[in-house]
């Protein structure tokens, strides 16, 4: 019986959940024992912004259902 399974891309990444965690520092460019240079630090806040996790708004009181008697 053949392998009828497609090939896959050796370019596309892995994604970090099946690396190992020098695999993942490595790859993020940074050291595991000494973390980013200040220089480094600097570039990526003015490129990508500050290291924050998108908060959802809470939904607004007025759509929240009142409390039953």
Known sequence: MTDRRPPVATDTPMPPYVLTV????GAAGSDASTG????????????E?????AAEK??????RPTPSR
């Open 58 to 63: 809470p939904p607004s009181s007025c759509a």
């Open 22 to 25: 020098s695999e993942v520092v």
């Open 36 to 47: 980013l240079s200040v220089v480094e630090a600097e570039i990526r806040l003015t490129s």
């Open 49 to 53: 912004g500050p290291n924050e996790i």
